[in-house]
C-alpha cells in the first residue's frame, strides 16, 4: 500500500526554465554525508555553490559541536559556574527554540541533557556496551534541566549556572538544512532537495516538472515488514525522523536507544519505532520528531494536534507496525 502527501498551504513551485541543468553537489559533515540536488541556469558557478554550502555546515559545525572542544557550545558546557556567555545569532536561535518546546512539552525535550548523552554511549565519550550505573545517572539528572538555564534576549547571552552540559545534535542537524536552504535561496535557486544524514528539505520541482518525492524512512529491519510506502511530495517542506533503530546498543536482551527521556535519565522505553515531522523548518521538524518520541504515542499524538504538527507514529506491536497520524498530516494524504 502507498501513502502519498502533499504539503497543503504553499506556493505553487515555479516551472523550471528550459535551459535549467540538474547538477548534484555533496560531502561529508557532521559526522555523515550531505548531497544537494538543485537545478542551475548558466550563471551559477558548482564551485562557488559548493564553497557556499560547505561555508554553512563549517558555521554550524564550529557553533554547535559536541566533538569540537573548540566550538561555542563545547566553550559554554567548560565555563566557569554562574558565569555569562555570549552567544552567536545561530546558536541563540536554537537555545531560543529549545526552550521554548522544552517548556511546551514540560521537560520531554532539554538541550542540557549533555551528560545524560554522554553517560549512555551516544556523546563524544564514546560506545559503550552496558548500561550506567543508577548512581551515575543521579548524578548526571542532578547537573540540572532546562529550568536551570538563564537567558538574556537582550544581550544574547546564556548563563553557565554550574556544570551544565549542552547538546545539540537532536536540533542542529536539521537547522544546518535550514541555512543550506536559505543560502540557495539568496543564490536564486528555485528548485533544490538538500538531504543530511537522513532529513531533507525541498523546494520547487526538477526538471521533468514532477515534484521531489522523498520516501519517508522505514524502521523495518530484516526480520520486520513494513506494508506501507509512504511519499511525500517536498516542496517547501522538510522532514525529519527519529527511531529507536538508529543508535543503540543491547544487554541481557533489552535495547538501550540513543533518544534518551531528559526527564527519567533513562533511554526512552515505548511501543514507538519511529515518528517522522513535517514543517516547513527542518530545525522545527528535527527537535519535534525527538519530543514526540519521549512523549510516546498517545501524549505525543496529542500535542501534534494541540499544535497543528504534521507527524506520522509507527509503532511496534505483536503483529507488525501500526500507524498513527496526527490531524495536520491526515489533511496532506491525497
Known amino acids: 500500500m502507498r501513502r502519498v502527501f502533499i504539503p ?5 513551485p515555479q516551472i523550471p526554465p528550459a535551459h535549467a541543468v540538474s547538477h548534484t553537489l555533496s560531502g561529508k559533515s557532521m559526522g555523515t554525508s550531505w548531497t544537494v540536488q538543485l537545478l542551475l541556469l548558466p550563471h551559477h558557478d558548482m564551485q562557488e555553490l559548493q564553497a ?19 566550538s561555542h557550545l563545547c566553550e559554554f558546557n567548560h565555563a566557569p559556574s554562574h558565569s555569562w556567555q555570549s552567544l552567536p545569532a545561530e546558536f541563540f536561535k536554537l537555545v531560543d527554540y529549545s526552550l521554548y518546546l522544552s517548556q511546551q512539552t514540560a521537560g520531554a525535550y532539554d538541550i542540557t541533557a549533555g551528560k545524560l548523552v554522554d553517560l549512555w554511549g551516544f556523546g563524544p565519550s564514546g560506545k559503550r556496551d552496558s548500561a ?16 536551570s538555564l538563564e537567558l538574556d534576549h537582550v544581550n544574547q547571552r546564556l548563563r553557565q549556572t554550574g556544570s551544565i552540559a549542552l547538546d545539540l545534535s537532536s536540533i542542529a542537524k536539521g537547522f544546518a538544512l535550514d541555512q543550506i536552504a536559505l543560502y540557495l535561496d539568496t543564490q536564486k535557486i ?11 528539505r525541498g523546494l520547487g520541482m526538477k526538471k521533468d516538472q514532477s515534484p521531489w518525492w522523498v520516501r519517508i524512512e522505514s524502521p523495518a529491519n530484516n526480520h520486520e515488514k513494513l506494508d506501507k510506502e509512504y511519499l511525500v511530495a517536498l516542496h517547501g517542506m522538510s522532514i525529519a525522523t ?23 535519565g533513562y533511554p526512552v522505553v515505548n511501543d514507538l519505532a519511529s515518528v517522522t515531522v513535517l514543517h516547513p523548518e527542518c530545525m522545527v521538524a528535527d527537535a519535534m520528531a525527538t519530543a514526540l518520541t519521549v ?25 507488525g507496525f501500526e500507524e498513527k497520524m496526527s490531524k495536520a498530516l491526515s489533511a496532506m494524504l491525497d
Open 132 to 147: 550506567p550505573t543508577e548512581t551515575e545517572i543521579h548524578t548526571a539528572l542532578q547537573a540540572g534541566n532546562w529550568k
Open 190 to 200: 528555485t528548485s533544490y532537495l538538500i538531504e543530511l544524514g537522513g532529513e531533507l
Open 52 to 70: 557556499g554550502i560547505e561555508a554553512e555546515l563549517n558555521q554550524v559545525v564550529m557553533q554547535m559541536s559536541t566533538w569540537d572542544a573548540a
Open 8 to 12: 497543503l498551504d504553499v506556493a505553487e
Open 295 to 319: 512523549l510516546g504515542c498517545a501524549a505525543g499524538l496529542e500535542h501534534a494536534d494541540q499544535h497543528q504538527i504534521a507527524a506520522l507514529f509507527l509503532q511496534r506491536t505483536a503483529t
Open 242 to 264: 527519529s527511531g529507536d533503530y538508529r543508535q543503540y546498543f543491547e544487554q541481557d536482551g533489552r535495547r538501550y536507544a540513543h533518544t534518551i527521556d531528559p526527564r527519567t
